[in-house]
């Protein structure tokens, strides 16, 4: 079996999956922009071969490293890169070799919030009024039937980043004055509310074969916006109705072989679930190392055996509550990394600090840790962010 | 550009794509399971690269091969074998390189002569009364509609091979007894000419070149009887409809920047046009030349044209002369000689050739193309080098 991995070097997670599928016996075939001797030693030892781009965007190039691979292997089995920003290039290079997986136009629907939300209404399920704007004067008659605050988000976006809360008039003026002209911007109504996630492995079939749930303390956007410290843990309940909501999205979508990552509202007032997207991929940061803390397993292993035999053995039980505290430089807190240890050491699965790029989504420390119960893993959340 | 042709040396004539292309400007990336060494000069000059594999069957090697030319030429532009027999096989290899053209699904309607049948009726065409008959109640309730003679031929086949005219029960014990063990599907028997609509479209379907043959006989009884066949082109002889029927057909199988080559009656009682059958692909043997010589034109570089996106055939075409396909056999008692042929007719042959082994039984050993501006003229021909002494 042929796997052709683009960009395997980066997020750094996608090593695992490497060494994961090479134990299986793919072939594990890497296309990158970075010069092989730059790659890590662990990466060099589980990739079958590499093809060096002078530009992951150039199309021609990755055709002909394709075209190299299907040379020297065979058919291409599968073209993964489990990163948001190259999934389109994936799709591309699927259309180009008829290869398992999403095309580009089956895969719009996950990465344009107007289509993925036209999806979510068409599997009956609820979503935060909203549509693309593209001046004041639309966004002015949005902002009367909503009212403010509303959230202005690229149609085609990554993560947070040029998502804006707006709150008045002056800033709606000032956001369209500002705005560049080829973007799309899709407008939400603002929801108070807890982001909750379905997130998880789909097999060949469609069906869930590890299903997470992870609960924020704080959206991601006022993290950022707001450089705010954050915690957020998986749970050892999936909510019924979030459970049912990402099976019909799997559904929806047509999710197969892959991972998975949903966010949902949980609003404030009366704890309505509203769905807020859908990705493709595996959730960014160390969420996938939580996923093996909180059931003693390895996903990177159960995906690999989807990928190699359709099924898998290995067993994901949640057994614990896993979290992730990150805390900000900014901040004063109350208790030392020290103290931290003293006390809850035995509950901390893994603790770092972080480049300052990835800061400010995920903190400049961060502590992974872990509880058989919710008041237990809450007693360390506010132990280690309590303020001065 | 980059055209992939798969086993460009056959037949031999084919090499003139291969060399049309290299005018065209396009990469001619050569796939096949011949040694180089035997290709035609000509051919071997036209071709940027041939990858030789050790069976054309072994679709694993040729992907393999495709590979190489992306790795090496960038993505693949076209795939083409121009051959019926590889139909599938460059279908399927535009599947997994993503390449324009022809794709296994849109095959589906063709491949068997039941689905061809629904598409023309679909279409408002009209066919000959058949279905599917697995056995002898089936083939029998069949005739009892019709009457006989019908014709009994596999739903899936390519000529006339185990193809039958059942004329009396004894016929139908015959075909009961000899048939393949496969779907046949059974037909009523038109009396008519059979004819051919050839051409050529372009990406918008639309016809940039076409013309007709009139066949002697049918391809059927030329082998079953073993039978000298001759067919030509048409010109002011062409049946009414027949051009109307084929734009039609055309349309219905919706035939882009392709070849066809499709056949139809025309019945003698009522001068209906019956469809036949339709192919993919270039008619064979030497009508592509023929259609050359009866238009002062070079199909081959045309169609590299198309394919390139330069202009095709400009200033139009004509149908200027007659073109015929005369062949003989070597078993038959023939009254002239070639040497006689070649100093009575000489200045209509434009071509004489041997034909392969496998094409024998339906056009001969030998074939001499003539070409004439009218009918009588081409008929005298004809009538020469097929006479046979009683």
Sequence with gaps: MNFVFISPHFPATCKNICKALKNRGINVLGIADTPYAMLEPDLKAVLTDYYEVSDLHNTDELARACGFFTYKYGKIDRVESNNEYWLMTDAAIREMFNVFGKKPDELRYCIQKSLMKAKFIEAGITVARGRVLDNYQDAKNFVAEVGFPIVGKPDRGVGASGTYKLESDAELQAFFADKADDTEYIFEEFISGQIVTYDGIVDRNGEPVLAMSSVYGEGVMESVNSDNHIYFFTDRHIDPVIEEYGRRILKTFDLKERFFHFEFFRTHNDGKILALEVNCRAPGGFTMDMWNYACDTDVYGIYADLVAYGKTDISCERKYYSCHIGRKSNRNYQHSHGQIMNRFGHMVTNHMELPAVLARAMGNYVYLIRATEKNELMDAVNYILWLD | MNIVLISPYFPPNWKYFAIGLKRAGANVLALGDADYDTFDPELSMALTEYVRVSDLHNYEELQRACGYFVWKYGSIDRIESHNEYWLETDAKLRSDFNVYGVREHQLEAIKNKTGMKQVYINAGLNVARGR????????????????????????????????????????????????????????EFIVGDLYSFDGLTDKDGNIRFWNANYFCRGVMETVNKDLDIFYHTCRYDLPAGLKEAGERTVKAFDVRERFFHFEYFVNKKDGRIVCLEVNMRPPGGVTMDMFNYACDVNLYDEWAKLVCGLPVLPNGFEHKYYASHIGRKIDKNYIHSHEEIMHKCGKFIIAQQPISGVFRGALGDYVYIARAEQLDQLNEVIAFIQAKYE
């Design chain 2, 132 to 187: 599917l008959v697995n056995n002898s109640e089936e083939a029998r309730a069949f005739i009892a509609e019709v009457g006989f003679p019908v014709v009994a031929k596999p739903d899936v086949g390519v000529g006339a091979a185990k193809t039958y005219k059942i004329e009396s029960e004894d016929d139908m014990n015959f075909f009961l007894e000899d048939r393949l063990q496969c779907d046949y599907i059974m037909e």
